[in-house]
């Protein structure tokens, strides 16, 4: 009988909680401050922002938070997800590795971001919201809100990164088409874009400048309008916790336990999502999976970054947390994978790294794009820019594998599909594509920018 590719889980195997990381962490949290007085924030400043229930989830230690039924029955349209084995990458490569990979992509928008949109959507509902703002890079994260908008009859309005909104319009449409209303930020909307606009009406804009244009845009709506983020806060990556959990069940089907986990990081959450199941497992029952974070090379939040307090956006107005950072102010280059493009990264897995619990590596983006077509070619999934990331990292970690002569049982997450990706595919195949090196000059300018925190060591 012929081995299993899939392993697929029926919809009464959907997670019914979700996983807290902040139960079990290691190491002490460090306290999120406000960005104008330096002081540890209050619900008060973060209600105008966030609904209470999303407020107490970004602070509670329970180890588990039940999933309420309705966020259930919405994840029914796409949950579980597929867990396969890369059985003709693996052969391609001719190594002894076992490559699995958890598949997002399935989702209806063509990523893991629903997960947490569908999520917030349904506790703003409940908190008698009337419409969200937020910001998107390539379009990932506001076609999934646009999509958990429409599902729960609330208004959207996305802040899209000029240079993406003009050179990847189909993303633009899709949220079009699921009823947001989209904006190219630096917008003359709000008064941070119309400012930045006057000083440099060419900005291309960047994922901080967004952030910064969506808050204020919740903040000055005198209640009506919440602010809704698409990774980086406790709570979101909570809310991707269900697919390492789905991951563990699957995992057991097929019998075998992974030696390394591995997923791409922009602000961290799909990483957090898969991995820190198993790294719950670590911690609780001994086991010794590696987790390990791909970032880019233009945008190395972890491996180059400081570990310190900054800013969340570029305006200043969103909270200071402690993050491994390339500087609030820093504009990472042009590169394609637009959720990549972040100055920072979610504080607990910066704290987790910093104490050694979870690995990192930068990868270049011309390989990146090798390792992603060498998958279409293998596997036929075509991956998101930024999952692509992960691909490098895994088919490294096989060929090590092979030169070592080890059954290496490696696990990575796709998380998202690259149908809206064309154009970069197209520049990878003309020579196009570039790679970027480390920008030290711009991160040390940047860095000299940082706020002054004094906070007991
Ligand atoms: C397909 C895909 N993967 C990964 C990311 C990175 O985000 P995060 O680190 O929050 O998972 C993004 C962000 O937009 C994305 O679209």
């Known amino acids: 009988m012929s081995e299993p590719t899939k392993f697929i889980l029926s919809e009464n195997d959907l997670p019914k909680r979700w996983y807290n990381i902040n139960a079990d962490m290691p190491v002490p949290p460090n306290p999120v401050l406000h960005p104008g007085t330096l002081e540890p924030v209050t619900p008060d400043f973060l209600s105008v922002l966030f609904p209470m229930e999303l407020i107490m989830q970004e602070v509670s230690t329970d180890q588990y938070i039940d999933i309420p039924e309705e966020i259930q029955e919405v994840y029914k349209l796409y949950r579980p997800t597929p867990l396969l084995r890369a059985r003709r990458l693996e052969k391609a490569l001719g190594t002894p590795a076992h490559i699995y990979y958890k598949y997002e992509g399935a989702s209806p928008v063509g990523s893991h971001k629903p997960n947490t949109a569908i999520a917030q959507a349904f506790y703003n509902k409940a908190a008698g919201t009337k419409a969200l703002t937020t910001e998107t890079g390539a379009g990932q994260w506001g076609s999934a809100l646009a999509f958990a908008g429409a599902l729960f009859d609330i208004a959207v309005e996305v802040f899209m990164v000029k240079v993406s909104y003009e050179q990847k319009p189909y993303r633009r449409i899709l949220m079009e088409t699921y009823g947001a209303e989209v904006f190219a930020s630096p917008s003359p909307r709000t008064q941070y874009g119309a400012a930045l606009l006057k000083e440099n009406p060419d900005s291309p804009g960047s994922l901080g400048i967004a952030i910064s244009e969506a808050v204020e845009a919740a903040a000055s709506s005198e209640g009506k309008k919440k602010y809704s983020l698409g990774s980086v806060l406790g709570h979101v990556l909570m809310h991707q916790s269900i697919i390492g959990e789905e991951a563990l069940k699957q995992m057991d089907l097929a019998g075998e336990y992974p030696d390394v986990v591995i997923s791409c990081i922009g602000g961290g959450s799909n990483f957090a999502g898969i991995a820190y199941p198993f790294l719950r497992h670590n911690l609780k029952d001994g ?97 998101a820019p930024e999952s692509a990331h992960a691909i490098r990292t895994a088919i490294d970690e096989a060929l090590d594998a092979k030169e070592k002569g080890d059954k290496r049982v490696i696990l990575f997450n796709l998380s998202g599909h690259g149908h809206f990706d064309l154009a970069a595919y197209e520049a990878y195949h003309t020579g196009k594509l570039k790679d970027y090196q480390y920008p030290r000059k711009e991160v040390e300018t940047a860095l000299a920018d940082l706020p002054q925190v004094s906070m007991p060591a």
């Open 287 to 383: 086991k010794k999976t590696r987790l390990l974070a791909v970032e880019p090379e233009a945008a190395p939040s972890l491996t180059q970054g400081t570990f310190a307090f900054d800013y969340g956006d570029t305006a200043k107005m969103a909270p200071i947390v402690k993050m491994h950072t390339l500087g609030h102010s820093f504009v990472p280059a042009p590169i394609h994978a637009g959720g990549l493009r972040y100055h920072g990264m979610a504080p607990s897995l910066c704290a987790l790294y910093d104490a050694g619990y979870i690995e990192a590596v930068a990868v270049p983006q011309v390989a990146t794009f090798e390792a992603a077509v060498q998958f279409a070619r293998t596997e036929g999934i075509l991956p």
